[in-house]
């Protein structure tokens, strides 16, 4: 294929990455992991299913970055995993570093290629990517804003009873307990939820969907998502090598939009073959607008720490 996607991390959501993406048909994946062996053997596992899935794209696994050359994509997913009762913040000083040498690695041999970043905590390793590789805005990208929007879409469709497919959903901010849902924007076959589901109930929905992660960390016991987070990183990935021009939340580094800048942090964007073609800005209620400043002050307050650490 003339397409070339490496993933960062072999663990469940890389791996999980790579499994979607060679069942989508529309790149080769290159799946790199520091624990010997590991990457190897699940892309050696991921080919031998080819022929029963019939997929046909060419899947390689080692610790070696070389294997990364000339990729048109780099996701991140490398870094340690959450565990009940933590935080996304707690990971701050050990991903960095994590993180940091995985994207100075891959920009060696991809100096071309566009980032997506999925290490926690989030928005801050996006800073640490943009750092370390030097490129600009539109070329590092943080997977987020889909996995909340999912999420959020998720839990309106049980609570209404409808088609997930009717349900669209807008979350903004940061990825994590500051990110900011906006029922306002959200809809069941283009019906404002704010019609359909009452007040305090969708006050509920709101906190479960900022909890989302950590529910999920609570009931395995020995990890995170995995499942939809690939899901997310996916569509990101499609967007970028079809260039479908597809508006998605994603954690950008703004420059004045939205009234802020030098930080990541989530807003709808358009991503095509160059990555952010476009932050798209939406009119947001003071009160919104308010959410989403105390969501990149929560980042910056993490850039801080960084800086601290350095």
Known sequence: MDKKVSVIGAGNVGASTALRLAELGICDVALIDSVGGLAAGKALDLSEAAPIQRYDARIAGSSEYEMTEKSDVVVVTAGFPRKPGMSRDDLLASNAEVVGTAVRQAVRFSPDCILIIVSNPMDAMCHVAMKESGFPRNRVIGMAGILDAARFRTFIAQELGVSMENCEAMVL???????????????????????LISSERLDAIVERVRSGGAEVVGLLKTGGAYYAPSAAIVEMVEAILKDKKKILPCSAYLEGEYEMKGVFVGVPVKLGKSGIEEIVQIGLLEPESEKLRQSAAAVRKLLEKLKGLS
């Open 173 to 195: 901010g940061a990825h994590g307990d500051a990110m900011v849902p906006v029922p306002r924007y959200s809809t069941v076959a283009g019906i404002p939820v704010t019609e």
